[in-house]
C-alpha cells in the first residue's frame, strides 16, 4: 500500500515538507520513498503540488494524510470518493473551561492608601 505524507525538512525550528508517496507496509515513516510528488511550507502557506502525478497515485490507490488531504484539495486535485475530508468547522474541545483566564472572575483594584 502507497501512502502520501509529509516528510519534514529545514533547520530546527523552521520546518518545511515534501509531499512523499511512501510504501507503508511496514511503519509508515520508514517505507521507501517512490515519489515526491510537492512541497509545503507552513510559514508562508506556499505549496508547489504536481497535480498530475499526484492524481495518478490517488488513482492506483494511495492513502493521503488528513494534512495532505487538505492541501491536495487547495490545490485542485480531483479526490477519489473515498477519501474522508475533515470537516473545517470542527473544534477542540476545551478540558476545563473554568480555569481560563477570561472566566476567572475580576479582581478588584487595590484602595488608595489614605495620605498620612
Known sequence: ???????????KGYPVYRLAVQEAHRHPSSGRVVAYVGSYNPHTKESN????????????????????????KEAGVKLPKWIKEVAADKHKAIRNPEKLRKNQPKEEAPAEVAAE
Do not use: F, H, S, W
Open 1 to 11: 500500500m502507497l501512502a502520501i505524507r509529509l516528510q519534514r525538512l529545514g533547520r
Open 49 to 72: 503540488i504536481q497535480a498530475e502525478l499526484a492524481q495518478k497515485y490517488l488513482d492506483n490507490g494511495a492513502q493521503p494524510t488528513p494534512r495532505v488531504v487538505k492541501l491536495l
